[in-house]
């Protein structure tokens, strides 16, 4: 059954306010909701009133105080319905039980560790108690929250804590108020044991607030940098968007057992404890930079989410691809703008793109979804912020703060679509958005294609640009930032009417652009930054290319020459043209590696097996795929050896120097550990060696699992040893041996098969950890392109019976794992072959979940 858009009708009822009552124990939690109801005026008139409610046990139900006869109500699979509710205000007592402990969805209440949680997004809530569990029913929640102390000394709520004292001789209780209306998808709960670390923010409005992370007792030491980004997000918010928090306290909980990565509730974020907790010594450079970026994310949810919701889960984006955007500025603020936009591409290439050309493409605004919790997705988050960074590129900054001020002020308190954020930028600037707004309704990636002609005589350049999209419709408006660059650097005498501040917007399927004054032949710089999702089709060679890498002005596109250049010679293997290749990365590093470490890293990171995939339209084999581009590593890294050692030395931290986060420090570690991975590729007896004593000196899980993960990839006792003693000496850190499973889980191997069903039995993994699930077979199936696609089908039966076991007890992670079949029909015939029969075998399951049935359904159909 379909749920569509165009069936969106307003709620025959509201609910203004909520009074809960929950008495957490292990098994038979009471929960009492006092509804006030009343009949929306924008509503339906009449018919009866339909509750949601999933897996719940009904203990009472009063209507004004006094018990609902057992005629006026029905219960079943999908919640509770009043047959003639009253077409007046009245208030509704629903008491129900839940089981938190028997709750494996992770949705609705449970326990991990211990510790009690919610996560209620997307409708969640419902498990909790019968409920209009949609996000344009928004109340004002009170929650008294009572547990035995011994139990749970610390009890959360969304809001600010009001009351809290002593229940008989070891129980107690806290009541919580947010005088915000919200949706129910923004509740939470925490109750558990838990440490803290808390420092006051005064926000620039004057309000004191508390700001606290609570992790495991005895973590509190690795909650410090999660702490620092939370005061660091509130900062940027006033300053980048005038966003001001509104609430007394801001929590931060840090919990193991959590299906996503974190989640915004209001004044009560909950987090899977990966992007909250660090110290040196377990957390890499990525990871604290993902605890920046996630941390400011759910911040910044607390204005693009929460203050501002959204209507329906059509409007997904609204809020997912708006804050991303905003943690993507705050990171980029925070960081290397350019670095961390070529880290924004990479993973949007890298997710996106595949699912944009796959079964599983949907438009950023989906018309129809079966189960919402398979919406989140990259295309919705990532290009998502992709759409709003074009937006800011059309309209220019200063209009798109003002429109992003306007959104605000004229939704605030409000449940919006992507038409009225839309309607704020058109208001401000008095432009019409109505063609801009197809981005958010076609699916699919656009390819953008160029060709251009230089008249020597007329000192003229002719650009011609043409949009093609895989589905029919009119144009899309794609922002094309562009440059020339010749054989000295950027042209700056040239003009071009069109694109007079460096961006041409291309509205129609096809332009040509005129460049006068240009004093040479060019080559062209398109999409710089980045400008527009889409892919790239423009003839050059090697060496125009490589111009662009020693000479454009926009970073980007510099990083992007050497990708191209690597692409095509993984994907068309050629001696003479890596040599040249590795000559320009040798004067490159040569010039700038120091300068700027972490750019280089990147310039060093060739395309990674999947991208090129991607560029392929069918018939991949991934052996073949592999075998190319480790043979372009290995002679990169035999060409650049010298470089490379002077690099690693270069870059050799002074003895006992302190490890530190920034980003600048994370960019040297970057490089060296880069220049010592090629270096592995060339000569892999030497790397191996190398890495050997680069893993014993360590200081930092940077540096020693970049160590690692490079000796990972020789066979040989090294590695068997090496694996074995880091898997020892981290055997209580189930964090650190999630970078362990993944990193033995993508080992392009034969043997990997059997490493993955040993490390199944090993005593920290567990199926109802999602992180453990993710690090193992998600890596695998994700990472490890050339056993996962095993012609065989062995690769695909681990994934697809990892599915099945999990379907019944977690269907949400179950189905984020099928996803990886995504691109199976572009896989050659035997391999393609045995994807269907694995993906078949999954269908004949009976009982399957809405949420692995619908990708299942998707991604077989579509042929
Ligand atoms: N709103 C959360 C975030 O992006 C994620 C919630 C994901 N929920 C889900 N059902 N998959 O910040
Ligand atoms: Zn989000």
Known sequence: PLIRLEDYRPSAFLIDRVNLDIVLDPHATRITADLALRPNPA??????????????????LDLDGAPVPGADYAVDASGLTLHRPPRRPFMLRVVTEVDPTANTKLMGLYRTDGVYCTQCEADGFRRITYFLDRPDVMAVYTTRIEARREEAPVLLGNGNPVEAGPVGEDRHYAVWHDPHPKPAYLFAVVGGRLGKVEAPFRTMEGRDVTCAVYVEPGREDRAGYALDAVIRSMQWDERAFGRAYDLDVFNVVAVSAFNMGAMENKGLNIFNDKYVLAVPETATDADYANIEAIIAHEYFHNWSGNRVTCRDWFQLCLKEGLTVFRDQEFSSDMRS???????????????????????????VRPNAYAEINNFYTATVYDKGAEIVRMLR???????????????????????????????????????????????????????????????????????????????????LVIPVALGLVGAGGPLDGATCASAADGVFILDRIEAELVFENVTEEPVPSLLRDFSAPVRLDLALSDAQRLRLLARDSDPFNRWQAAQDVALRLILAPDAARTDAFAEALGTFLDGEALADPA????????????????????????????????????????????????????????????YSPDAASAGRRALRNAALDLMAAGDPQAGAALATRRLDAATNMTDRLAALATIAQIPGEAREAALASFGERYAHEP???????????????????????????????????????????????????????????????????????LDSANPQIAARLLTAFGSWRRLEKNRRQAAAEMLNGIKAVPGLSRDVADILVRTLKDG
């Open 43 to 60: 509503g339906a008139p009449d018919g009866p009133l339909h509750l949601d409610g999933d897996d719940l046990t009904l203990v009472g």
């Open 393 to 475: 590129t059309l309209i220019g900054p200063a209009a798109f703060r003002a429109g992003m001020d306007r959104y605000f002020a004229d939704n605030d308190g409000r449940a919006a679509t992507v038409e009225d954020f839309l309607a704020a930028f058109a208001t401000v600037t008095g432009r019409d958005l109505s063609a801009f707004a197809r981005w958010y309704e076609r699916p699919g990636t656009p390819r953008l294609s160029a060709q251009g002609a230089y008249d020597a005589a007329a000192r003229r350049y002719t650009l011609h640009l043409a949009q093609a999209l895989p589905t029919e419709g009119p144009p």
């Open 735 to 805: 964090l650190v041996l999630d970078k362990w499973f993944a990193l033995q889980a993508t080992i392009p191997e034969e043997g990997t098969l059997a490493r993955i069903a040993a490390l199944k039995g090993h005593p920290a993994f567990a199926m109802t950890n999602p992180n453990r699930v993710r690090a193992l077979i998600g890596s695998f199936s994700m990472g490890n392109p050339t056993q996962f696609a095993r012609a065989d089908g062995s690769g695909f039966a681990l994934v697809a019976d990892t599915v099945k076991a």
């Open 599 to 658: 750019f280089a890293a990147l310039v060093l990171a060739l395309p990674t097996e999947a991208e090129a995939a991607d560029a392929l339209s069918g018939d991949i084999d991934p052996d073949a795929i592999h075998r190319a581009r480790h043979a372009l590593r290995a002679h990169l890294g035999r060409a650049l050896a010298p470089r490379l050692t002077r690099i690693d030395a270069a870059l050799a931290p002074a003895e006992g120097a302190s």
């Open 337 to 363: 703008r350019p670095v961390h936009r070529i880290g924004e591409v990479r993973s949007l290439r890298a997710r996106q793109f595949p699912e944009d050309a796959g079964p599983l493409r949907h438009p």
